[in-house]
């Protein structure tokens, strides 16, 4: 076993990419039942009970005016083909009250729209953001 530092390590903060912070933040207000604490253009810090989420701007289209020679296409780190190409996973108390939440908001993942139970012990819900980034909701059946 490898020893580690007494760091206290307790939560992670997923950072999706977007093409609008700005549109992506107002929509996972209305949506997703998020609220905004910080928001610019280039970043915002979304809270919805325990969960903090932060939401970059991935907006550097030069990337698409690059010759094939000079190498890779992500310099930046903020291409804008990067938006909609995350995902996270959220823990919850009730899939199925989140379920009937989100239901009637547009925001199911038209594939999976409904909470499924899986081999390793949870049940779990998708939904999608306007980028297309990915969220499953996630409840524990097993320990």
């Not at 969960?51 to 930046?76: E, I």
Request: proline fraction near 4%; include cysteine.
């Amino acid at each position: 076993m490898t020893a580690h530092a007494a760091a206290g390590l307790h939560n992670a903060m997923p950072a999706l990419p977007v093409k609008d912070v700005r549109t992506a933040a107002a929509d996972y207000e209305v949506r997703l039942g998020f609220t905004i604490g910080h928001l610019s253009d280039d970043i915002a810090i979304l809270s919805r009970d325990d969960v903090v989420l932060q939401l970059w701007a991935a907006s550097d289209a030069s990337w698409s005016s690059r010759s094939a020679a000079s190498g890779s296409p992500v310099r930046s780190g903020a291409e804008s083909f990067l938006a909609g190409t995350a995902s996270c996973r959220i823990q919850v108390r009730d899939v199925d009250a989140l379920h009937a939440e989100l239901e009637p908001r547009g925001v199911l993942h038209p594939s999976h729209p409904h909470v499924a139970s899986t081999d390793f012990g949870t049940r779990e819900l998708h939904a999608l953001d306007l980028d297309g980034n990915l969220l499953t909701f996630v409840l524990w059946t097993q320990t």
